[in-house]
């Protein structure tokens, strides 16, 4: 009994390390394109903080100014819809690709805590010579867009956070301490890599992925799909994301964005849109960020999971217009106040 369970077991084990070593393979080979290459030609890279950022633009140069920070996996198109409806409003739209997804730069080297990502999305309005935008940050693009906020106050209008990752927990600056498991699986790059090939980075895998977010399946459409696949042939993407993954899962300090007191001191509008049935940060989580946040407002749209954008584009973007035309009153009462 002993032996079969041995043999099973080793049987299984090589299994598993061949199915991984497949998809590591598979990686090696698409990832071959260098970014500023495989970027679609709608978009520009420009400087921000430490890395070659890619972004997309819609709407008048003398508009509003709007900055959109995409979730996990996504990049600058999952905007574009929303784009394209506040440019009609003659509101200036910015997309970013928020490393490492999209196109951006990713060496190695990079840092990937919300507080780098933060300087990341500062920089970009350096680099628009932006004095004041709304910053519209989504999942794990939240984190970052309020890293933003609490780097330069004055240069934000108002903050729109989607279903956002905050991770809010209490004013302790430790981060707890990760399973050893989860460490030793993080620190060891070649296992970390193989796992992110097969499941993350993997073509195969996208619409599963996406559907896992989504309250109605049905919603990852063809097209969808297809964009969030486009960034995969991107060299290095593979290692980029599992470089990414520690400050996901494990970081080694506790961010301002997740200390209820950043919240409580905002100055600013916060125009908070939570899906109903979001099962990745379910809706208690943004009703709390409406209590903390003393200039907040949650609208909660029915029906609808993780990613609003994509499951109620219109009802979406109707609320994300209100919000921004809130701002844009709010903002012109206190210029002609002072």
Same mark, same amino acid.
């Given at each position: ?134 910053? *519209? ?11 933003? /906020? $609490? #780097? @330069? !106050?004055?240069? +934000?209008? =108002? ?74 042939? *991107? ?11 520690? /400050? $996901? #899962? @494990? !970081?080694?300090? +506790?961010? =301002? ?82």
């Amino acid at each position: 009994m002993k032996k079969w369970f041995f043999r099973v077991s080793a049987a299984l084990l090589a299994a598993v390390v061949l199915i991984l070593a497949g998809f590591s393979w598979q990686a090696a080979r698409r990832e071959v394109l260098p970014a500023a290459k495989a970027a679609p030609a709608s978009g520009r890279f420009v400087k921000a903080a430490d890395l070659e950022i890619f972004v997309q633009e819609a709407g008048p140069a003398d508009g509003l100014p709007v900055v959109f920070v995409h979730g996990t996996g996504a990049w600058s198109e999952a905007w574009r819809e929303s784009m394209s409806a506040l440019a009609a409003t003659g509101a200036r739209a910015i997309a970013l690709d928020l490393p490492p997804f999209g196109f951006s730069q990713r060496p190695g080297s990079a840092r990937y805590g919300k507080l780098d990502q933060g300087r990341r999305i500062v920089g970009v309005l350096d680099a628009f010579g932006i004095r004041q935008a709304v910053l *519209v940050g989504h999942s794990f693009g939240g984190g970052p867009t309020m890293e933003a /906020a $609490l #780097l @330069a !106050p004055d240069r +934000v209008r =108002a903050l729109v956070l989607v279903d956002a990752a905050l991770s809010v927990g209490t004013d302790d600056a430790r981060a707890p301490e990760p399973p050893l498991l989860l460490r030793g699986f993080l620190a060891t790059q070649p296992l970390r890599d193989s796992v992110v090939a097969t499941f993350l980075t993997n073509p195969l895998f996208t619409r599963k992925l996406l559907q896992g977010f989504i309250n109605d399946p049905a919603r990852a459409t063809e097209d969808w799909v297809r964009l969030y696949q486009r960034p995969l042939v *991107v060299a290095d993407t593979t290692p980029a994301v599992g470089a990414w993954l520690p /400050a $996901l #899962l @494990a !970081p080694t300090a +506790v961010a =301002a964005s997740e200390r209820p007191a950043s919240y409580q001191g905002l100055k600013v509008p916060v125009f908070i849109i939570w899906g109903e049935r979001d099962t990745i940060t379910p809706l208690e989580q943004g009703q709390r960020l409406a209590r903390l946040a003393p200039h907040a407002e949650l609208a909660v749209m029915r029906n609808v999971g993780h990613i609003p954008q994509i499951e109620d584009p219109a009802g979406f973007n109707e609320l994300l217009l209100k919000a921004v035309a809130k701002a844009a009153i709010k903002a012109s009462s206190a210029s002609s106040s002072r």
